[in-house]
Every structure is written in structure tokens, then in C-alpha cells.
């Protein structure tokens, strides 16, 4: 917590907002964003924006408050999130007492001013839980009445922690803000900009650049923009959205392939996708216009911890009604994986097309030659197309290789689907690959 931001007035404290900062202290929104350039202020203003909300909602009788602080990584909370939490809640305000074994910020009751627990497992008068997104279930375990993301536009931020998250306020209606700086195209763009843009009320978004923060050299900001690659100034330094080199679909545009969900004809010709895999199972489902030789992506599912026998269950009940042709789905090598779909009663078979790189030009070119389109449902999807990339070298130019591949299940069971797409003959599955 910077020296401009805090003062003391007295006993009273007061705080020293920047425009930008004064925007999202105002916002009256359930979820407020701020995305803004990199020292910008957004860390600092986190702790205020949560202490005020546990003013605002926290029951004076205690022992239900609970709230979140999440970020991207632990390095990120080690570093950055818990400094700036204890500077305002133990060091300044001493109404926090930290129990890192249980990366807990307890809450003292304010009408004593003592800290009720004598364990971090004892029960508190209110708590601040303390996460970052690669702790996964450790957002599951409490019903919390506001949360502070920060850095949730990192890649290791994903939509199924700002779901868990979601899930965790759902019954107090909970507020969460979020502060980040733009890293990519993912859900970020799609889930919470894009909506806002177009009017959802749920959110409120406010960007500024660098030099709002006072303590900002503009003349610092004016040498960088002269310096650095404008993709990466845009997205560092103006916290504006920009497409990043080296993303892999860089031709799929939400704004042309994105379409509202409308009722398929029964007898349209479906082609089903699998991602195997124990703890994540991707499927995606794509129905075939033969009128306009179109595609449509309707469906897609990420799921864990269930055999082949349930997974099988779940997508014939999906697709009783549904003329599916045929089901493409894993690698070369997993071959007792597809043998166990079909004795579960789905026969999927290889893909038509096994290399990772020959699949990826299947898919792109289907998007590039506008054949290709996904429901704006199919959210999972969405944010793995605006993140899927390949790293960069040392002189920031794309490389052969795909960064973090491991985490795209829904693309790899889109590969898998497209590879069986054009040239089918309407109806009977045949692949002019064969």
C-alpha cells in the first residue's frame, strides 16, 4: 500500500484515489473490473474496495463472514496480493491477524476488537480466504459474501475458477471485483468485456492507462510506447484488449463466428468430438447445415472423475433425438479408450487426420473460410480459442511450439471432430479421407 494512497487524519483514515480508481470505488455494480495498465494502482486499490465491502455486508454477529482474495498464481499471492492485504489489515487498520498454514486473514470483532480463534481451524468472527487459481478446490469450501480477484487475466486464471468463484457468492449475491491487466483474448474478453459492451448490467468494466497513478512518469510511459511492439503496449501499459502474436486461431473473430443458439433441424448430421482423459474429458458437438455446407458448434462439456460407462450414458441421453453420424475422438495411441466408448455404446473412432499440426490446419481453415461457427453458449470453447498460442522466443516471435497445450481439451476435441468435417456427404458420415 503506497504512501499516496493512505493517510492519516486524525484517528481517520483517508484514501488518496486516482480517477481511475475513484470510477470503480463508485461503481455500484455486482461485479466491477478494472483493467488497467501495469502499476496503474489496481493491487493497492484492492484491499479498500474489500474492506469496504465487509463493512457493507458483514453480519455484526459474526461467525459467517467469509470473503475471497484470489489471484493467478502463489508466486503472484506470495509476492503481491498478501503484502498489500496485511499493509491494510494487520499493519494499518490491526483489525486482521494472518494464519498462513491456513492462508487465512482473520477478521477481529469489531465491537471488541479481539480476534476470536485461538486455531486457524477455530471458529471467527469473519475470515479472509486466500487463494490463488491453481488451488482448484480450495474456492469450493465456503459461501462467501464478496471476493477480490487480482490478476484474473492471467492464463492460470481460468473460467472454471471465476465459476467456482461465482458459485461461492451465489447465495448471499455476493460482489466481486476484479483488477488485471489484459493478457489475452479469453474469457476475460469474452465472458465479461464483450458482455458488458453490450449492456449486461451484472457488470461494469473501467480501463486507464499507466499514468493515471501519479506516481506513474508519463514520460516513462511515452519511451515504452516508442519501444515495445503495440499488441504488448496496448495490453501492458493501456489495459486495452489486443491480439498477441503467435495465437493459434488468430482468424477466428467473435464478432463473425460467433452465432446465438437457434433450434437444429433433427436431421441435420452431427459429428461428435472426445478429448479423453481421466480428470478432464472434453466433447464437443457439431451439427452440419447442408444447405449453406456449414458447421455449428451446439454443444461442449469438460468433465472429470467418471468412467467411460458414464460418460457414454451422458452424451447418448444428450443425442437420442439427434441424427449423429459419427464420433472421432483421441490420439494414435489410445486406442483401449475408444474401445471402451464403443462397448459403452459409442464407436468412436481415430481421427482422420492424427497429427496435431495437420488437425489445427483443419480447423483453422474452416474458420478462415467462414464454414465454421460456435453458440455463444459454448463459453469453454471461446476462452480456449483466445488463449491458445504458441510461446514466443527470446526476440518475441512465435515459435513452433504450443504453450500450455496440455490445457486445451474442448480444441483438441475439436481437432478430433474437425478432422472428419469437410466433404461429408450429408447423412452418411463417409470422409473423403478414407
Same mark, same amino acid.
Given at each position: 500500500?503506497t504512501?499516496s494512497?493512505l493517510?492519516r =487524519?486524525g484517528?481517520?483514515?483517508?484514501y488518496n484515489?486516482h480517477?481511475?480508481q475513484?470510477?470503480? #470505488?463508485e ?11 501495469? +502499476?496503474?494502482?489496481?493491487?493497492s486499490?484492492?484491499?479498500l474496495?474489500l474492506? &469496504?465491502e465487509i !463493512?457493507?455486508?458483514a453480519d455484526p ?5 467469509d470473503?475471497?482474495a484470489a489471484t493467478?498464481?502463489y508466486?503472484?499471492?506470495? @509476492?503481491?496480493m ?12 490491526k483489525i486482521?491477524?494472518?494464519w498462513p498454514?491456513?492462508? @487465512?486473514?482473520?477478521? =477481529?470483532?469489531p465491537?471488541?476488537?479481539?480476534f #476470536? /480463534? $485461538?486455531?486457524?481451524?477455530?471458529r ?7 487463494r490463488s487459481?491453481a488451488? %482448484?478446490?480450495?474456492l &469450493?469450501?465456503?459461501t462467501a459474501?464478496?471476493? #477480490?480477484?487480482?490478476e484474473c487475466g492471467q ?5 472454471e475458477?471465476?465459476e467456482a468463484?461465482?458459485?461461492? @457468492?451465489a @447465495?448471499?449475491k455476493?460482489r466481486a471485483?476484479g ?14 468485456y464483450?458482455?458488458?459492451?453490450a449492456?449486461?448490467?451484472?457488470h461494469?468494466?473501467i480501463?486507464?492507462p499507466?499514468?493515471f !497513478?501519479p506516481?506513474f ?7 515504452t ?16 484488449f489486443?491480439?498477441p502474436?503467435g495465437?493459434?486461431?488468430d ?8 452465432? $446465438? ?16 482423459g ?6 464437443v ?6 444447405? $449453406? ?9 469438460l468433465?472429470?472423475n *467418471?468412467?467411460?460407462? &458414464?460418460? =457414454? ?6 443425442t /437420442?433425438?439427434?441424427?449423429v453420424?459419427?464420433? *472421432?475422438?483421441g490420439?494414435?495411441? &489410445?486406442? +483401449?479408450q475408444?474401445?471402451?466408448w464403443?462397448?459403452a ?6 481421427p482422420?487426420? /492424427? ?5 489445427i490446419?483443419r480447423v483453422?481453415a474452416l474458420?478462415?473460410?467462414k ?7 459454448c463459453?469453454?470453447?471461446r476462452?480456449?480459442? %483466445? ?9 518475441g ?5 504450443? +504453450?500450455d497445450?496440455r $490445457?486445451?481439451?474442448r480444441?483438441?476435441?475439436l481437432?478430433?471432430? =474437425?478432422s472428419?468435417?469437410?466433404?461429408m456427404?450429408? %447423412?452418411t458420415?463417409? !470422409?473423403? #479421407?478414407?
Amino acid at each position: 500500500m503506497t504512501a499516496s494512497l493512505l493517510a492519516r =487524519c486524525g484517528n481517520r483514515l483517508r484514501y488518496n484515489l486516482h480517477e481511475g480508481q475513484t470510477k470503480a #470505488w463508485e461503481s455500484d455494480a455486482r461485479f466491477t473490473w478494472v483493467l488497467a495498465g501495469t +502499476q496503474s494502482g489496481k493491487t493497492s486499490f484492492g484491499p479498500l474496495w474489500l474492506r &469496504e465491502e465487509i !463493512n457493507r455486508t458483514a453480519d455484526p454477529k459474526g461467525g459467517t463472514n467469509d470473503y475471497i482474495a484470489a489471484t493467478a498464481s502463489y508466486d503472484l499471492f506470495k @509476492l503481491k496480493m498478501l503484502p498489500a492485504l496485511r499493509t491494510l489489515f494487520v499493519d494499518t487498520l490491526k483489525i486482521g491477524k494472518y494464519w498462513p498454514g491456513d492462508k @487465512l486473514l482473520e477478521l =477481529c470483532d469489531p465491537s471488541t476488537g479481539e480476534f #476470536w /480463534a $485461538k486455531r486457524a481451524d477455530d471458529r471467527m468472527w469473519g475470515r479472509i480466504i486466500l487463494r490463488s487459481a491453481a488451488a %482448484g478446490g480450495g474456492l &469450493e469450501s465456503s459461501t462467501a459474501r464478496g471476493a #477480490w480477484l487480482d490478476e484474473c487475466g492471467q492464463d492460470e486464471f481460468t473460467l472454471e475458477t471465476w465459476e467456482a468463484v461465482q458459485r461461492r @457468492l451465489a @447465495l448471499r449475491k455476493g460482489r466481486a471485483l476484479g483488477t488485471t491487466t489484459p493478457y489475452n483474448l479469453g474469457w476475460m474478453k469474452t465472458e465479461i468485456y464483450d458482455k458488458w459492451t453490450a449492456g449486461d448490467p451484472l457488470h461494469r468494466v473501467i480501463q486507464f492507462p499507466s499514468y493515471f !497513478n501519479p506516481l506513474f512518469d508519463r514520460a516513462e510511459f511515452e519511451r515504452t510506447k516508442a519501444s515495445m511492439p503495440p499488441h504488448r503496449f496496448m495490453l501492458f501499459y493501456c489495459g486495452e484488449f489486443a491480439k498477441p502474436p503467435g495465437l493459434i486461431y488468430d482468424c477466428f473473430d467473435e464478432d463473425i463466428h460467433i452465432v $446465438k443458439p437457434f433450434e437444429i433441424p433433427p436431421s441435420w448430421p452431427r459429428t461428435g468430438g472426445v478429448d479423453f482423459g481421466g480428470a478432464n474429458t472434453a466433447h464437443v458437438m457439431i451439427a452440419h447445415d447442408p444447405d $449453406k455446407d456449414r458447421f455449428i458448434v451446439y454443444r461442449e462439456t469438460l468433465e472429470g472423475n *467418471l468412467s467411460s460407462a &458414464e460418460h =457414454c450414458e451422458k452424451r447418448k441421453a444428450e443425442t /437420442a433425438s439427434e441424427n449423429v453420424v459419427q464420433w *472421432l475422438g483421441g490420439a494414435p495411441s &489410445e486406442t +483401449q479408450q475408444r474401445m471402451d466408448w464403443s462397448d459403452a455404446g459409442i464407436p468412436v473412432m481415430q481421427p482422420y487426420i /492424427a497429427d496435431v499440426e495437420g488437425g489445427i490446419d483443419r480447423v483453422y481453415a474452416l474458420f478462415k473460410t467462414k464454414r465454421l461457427f460456435v453458440f455463444n453458449t459454448c463459453t469453454g470453447l471461446r476462452d480456449e480459442l %483466445g488463449t491458445y498460442k504458441r510461446k514466443l522466443d527470446d526476440s518475441g516471435q512465435p515459435t513452433d511450439e504450443i +504453450q500450455d497445450k496440455r $490445457k486445451f481439451h474442448r480444441l483438441d476435441a475439436l481437432r478430433y471432430a =474437425c478432422s472428419g468435417l469437410t466433404g461429408m456427404e450429408v %447423412g452418411t458420415g463417409e !470422409n473423403p #479421407w478414407t
